[in-house]
C-alpha cells in the first residue's frame, strides 16, 4: 500500500533540512543565489518582512504567479505563507504544489482565535512559537515543523534568542516534573497531556524547530544553533543586506559549523554592510507580528 | 573487540537519526564535519538532506577528494537520498558537484515534489521483506551498469542498489525502527 501526506512524511522532510538554511525570496533570480549559496529550501514571498512592516496595511498570500516562478526556477523545496487561520489560501497553496506551507504571523491573521486545521492538508506545515505551550498547540493541530518567531523583519536578534531560551527553559522544567506533575503542567500550558508527557519522556520536541525574526549575521546564526536550533530561516537579512550572495554562503557556512569560533571568524570578514536593524522598542506594541497567534 | 565505528556525514540532513540507529546496534556512530575525521570510522554513511547544499559544502571542506580516497581503501559508504544521489556517477539533469564513484545514473525529485512523497513496503534482497520505505521528494535510480545489483524496485523503478562496497537507497530507513539496513551495512562494513 502506497501512502502519501502521512506525518512520518510531513516531519521527515523537515528532518532532511536540519543544520540548513531556509531564505525568504521574491524573484526567480533571488531564488538562484539562495540556491546558488546552499539554502536547503526557499521561501517564496511578494515582499521580505521589512518591506511587510514598512508597508503596512493588510499583507496577504503571495501572488501564484510569483510562487510558481519561483518554483520554476529551483530544484530545491519552495515554501510559501498562508495568512494565520487562513485555510483557503492555504489549500491554493497546496494546489500550487509548493513543498511547505508557513502559517505566519508575517502576514496579517484572518482568524483570531483558531488557527489552521493542518490535519486537513497532505502538504506540511510550519508554525511559529514564543514558548513551549504555544509550540505544543501548533503541533497538535498538525504543525509538523516548529520556528521560534522572534521579530520578523527587525533583523535584531533579541527575541529570537528569548523564543528559543523559552522553548528550552519549558522542556527542561518538563523533563524534572513527576508523572503526576504533568496533568497540571498540560493545563499551564495549554496543551494537550500527550505532547506534554512525550517532550517530558524525550526531552526535545516531537517535531524539528528553527530559528526566525532576526538572523542578519552569521554570527546570529551561530548564536541560535548553539541555543539549540536545529535550522534557521533568514528573512530580509539577505537581500536587505549590501551584498547578499556573499552574505547567504557565509550564513549557510556559519549555520554547519556554528561550534567553531575560528571558521565563523573567517566567514565573518568582509561581508559589506548587513540590512539596518530596528530596535524593539522602537516598535508601536500593535505593530509586533509576535504577538500574533494564540 | 572493539566497538565498529561508523561515520555519518553532518554538513546536513537526518545525521541524528543515522546516528541513533548505528548506535542501536552496537556500533557506534560518528559525526564527522570535517575530512581528517574520515581515519577514525570504518565505514561513512551519507545522510539525505538537500543534495545541493551538501554538496557544496563537500567541495568547500574538502570532502569530494577525502571520500574517493575512503573508498579507494575498500571502507564501504552507504548514500540515502541525497547521499544515493552524490554517489552517482552522473545525474540526468542540473549541475552540481558529486563524488562520481557509483555507476548508477540518478535522477533527482524524480517521484515530484512535497506532495508526491509517500511511504511503501519494500522487498529488499539480502536485508528482508516488508521493509517500511519512506520517500521524500526522492531521486530513483536509471542506467546501472552492470556490476550493479539492483536490491530493490518499487514497482519496476529501481530503488536500491549495490556495487562491491557501494550502498545506496533512494528512501531513507533512518526515518522507520526498522534497522535491517543498518545492520546490513554493518556486515558490509565488518567483512571490507
Known sequence: MVETGTLRVKTGLAEMLKGGVIMDVTT??????????????????????ADIRAAGGIARMADPTVIERIMSAVTIPVMAKARIGHFVEAQILEALGVDYIDESEVLTPADEEHHINKWDFKVPFVCGCRDLGEALRRISEGAAMIRTKGEPGTGNIVEAVRHMRAVNQGIAW?????????FAAAKDLQAPYELVKWVHDNGRLPVVNFSAGGVATPADAALMMQLGADGIFVGSGIFK?????????AIVLATTHYN????LAKVSKDLGEPMPGIEISQIPEAELMQERGW | MSTTKIGVLALQGAVREHIQHIDALEASGIAIKWPNELKEVAGLIIPGGESTTIGKLMVEYGFIEAIRDFHATGKPIYGTCAGMILLAKKITEG????????DIE???????RQRESFEAELDIKDVGHRFKAVFIR????????KNVKIMAEFGNIKVMARQGNLLASAFHP???????????????????
Open chain 1, 28 to 49: 526567480p533570480d533571488q531564488a538562484k543565489i539562495a540556491e546558488e549559496a546552499g539554502a536547503v529550501a526557499v521561501m517564496a514571498l511578494e515582499r521580505v518582512p
Open chain 1, 174 to 182: 518538563l523533563k524534572g516534573l513527576s508523572n503526576e506533575e504533568l
Open chain 1, 241 to 249: 543586506s549590501s551584498d547578499p550572495a556573499k552574505r547567504a554562503r
Open chain 1, 260 to 263: 567553531d569560533p575560528e571558521l
Open chain 2, 95 to 102: 549541475d552540481q558537484p558529486l563524488l562520481s564513484l557509483m
Open chain 2, 106 to 112: 540518478a535522477r533527482r525529485n524524480a517521484f515530484g
Open chain 2, 138 to 145: 526522492a531521486p530513483w535510480i536509471e542506467n546501472v551498469s
Open chain 2, 174 to 192: 533512518e526515518l522507520t525502527g526498522d534497522l535491517r539496513i543498518h545492520k546490513y551495512f554493518l556486515g558490509m562494513v565488518k567483512e571490507a
